[in-house]
């Protein structure tokens, strides 16, 4: 076993296939490790009653729909056709997209693919460390149990999203800075419902909302069935942290409740920016503000962001997070008029219980209720 350690976050771009990758021995692999160090406070908890049989029957659920990301996928389905041209894309009115020739610009949205990918994975990374820690830090046993749980879905999704990247797109990009400085947040505070708010809330259900689009757009069957896998495990995640953040959140003090109203829309701004992929830019040589601020005033980019957020604006008023103070704030984002959207609080046990070999017919049309 040979691990180095780092002092910083790499920030290379990875290509694939590396040789026999998968069939390293251990003298051959060396394991990149960065450190963070957190004063976390965990608990123990004596009392073993179920007390919320809204928790321990989304833990029963999780238990029942374990599925299995080497098995239950058929990896050997080939990849779409690739057209003879570029498709329309809102980069076609910008100057340096425009002078690249049509190979250039096919690997310029594989690359834009590829970052987004890497994004989710490196975020499915932070959703296994927080989970973990929340098995330990969680004050109740149903929710130690529910986290416990969780841990091994983020798992599996870490797999999933690495196998991908690896075996179809052949790009892998570092985390982007936004997202990392949300997660060293997240990871090293001590107080256990804010790694509940930062991750449950805010990550699981931005990545909830971008995965129920990025299946709908995809034409990869592959994509397609991974994504309606992870997406039934995280929409039991963002619905475990609403029901069990309504209730704790009514025992804080007005004051410790604005703190936390401020981390989420801290958070959310942090969570907006992460689209904006200046690593790829900066990749093909242009200027990274210039084409930023292009991205920023795209249509398509707007509407995307403010989609992404019909999830957790409701989820943050439910639990009593959207205070009078901060909704100023979201308005100038203009997200606030999702806050009476429906919310993960009403629990669709229905659509969280179907069998995993549901039928895509069945399926089809019901993925952004999921």
């Given at each position: ?70 098995k ?9 056709e ?36 890497s ?10 460390l ?10 109740t ?7 416990a ?59 909830l ?18 994504l ?11 619905t ?46 242009w ?43 979201y ?10 959207w ?29």
């Amino acid at each position: 076993m040979k691990i180095k350690v780092l002092k910083e976050t790499p920030r290379n771009i990875k290509e694939f296939p590396v040789e026999n990758e998968y069939n390293l021995s251990k003298e051959e692999v060396t394991d990149i490790a960065e450190i963070f160090s957190t004063p976390l406070t965990g608990s123990y908890n004596w009392d073993y009653t179920v007390q919320d049989n809204r928790i321990k029957r989304l833990y029963e659920l999780g238990k029942d729909l374990n599925w299995n990301a080497e098995k239950d996928i058929d990896w050997d389905r080939p990849l779409p056709e690739r057209g003879d041209t570029p498709p329309p894309i809102f980069w076609d009115d910008y100057e340096p997209y425009q002078k690249l020739s049509t190979e250039e610009k096919f690997r310029f949205m594989s690359h834009r693919g590829a970052w987004s990918l890497s994004q989710f994975l490196h975020g499915e990374q932070g959703a296994l460390l927080v989970a973990s820690q929340l098995v330990s830090c969680a004050p109740t046993f149903n929710a130690k149990l529910y986290a416990a749980s969780q841990t091994f879905d983020e798992a599996r999704h870490v797999e999933a999203f690495n196998k991908y990247i690896q075996s179809r797109v052949g790009i892998m990009y570092p985390v982007g800075t936004g997202l990392k400085s949300l997660l060293d947040k997240i990871l090293t505070d001590p107080r256990w419902d804010l790694k509940f708010i930062g991750m449950q809330i805010i990550i699981e259900g931005l990545a909830l909302a971008a995965f129920n689009l990025a299946r709908q757009g995809t034409f990869d069957p592959v994509f397609k069935d991974m994504l309606y896998l992870i997406i039934r495990d995280e929409a039991r995640h963002v619905t475990f942290g609403v029901n069990y953040l309504e209730e704790f959140v009514k025992t804080l003090s007005d004051e410790e409740r604005e703190e936390r109203a401020q981390f989420a829309y801290e958070a959310c701004v942090v969570m907006r920016g992460r689209l904006m992929s200046s690593e790829v830019y900066e990749h093909f040589g242009w200027d990274a503000e210039d084409a930023i601020a292009f991205q920023s005033k795209s249509d398509v980019t707007n509407n995307f962001q403010h989609l992404l957020f019909t999830r957790v604006v409701p989820n943050l008023s439910k639990i009593g997070l959207l205070t009078e103070k901060v909704k100023p704030l979201y308005e100038e984002l203009g997200v606030l008029d999702y806050q009476d959207w429906p919310t993960d609080g009403e629990i669709d046990w229905a659509s969280l219980s179907r069998p995993l070999d549901q039928s895509e017919e069945e399926v089809e049309g019901k993925i952004i209720s999921i």
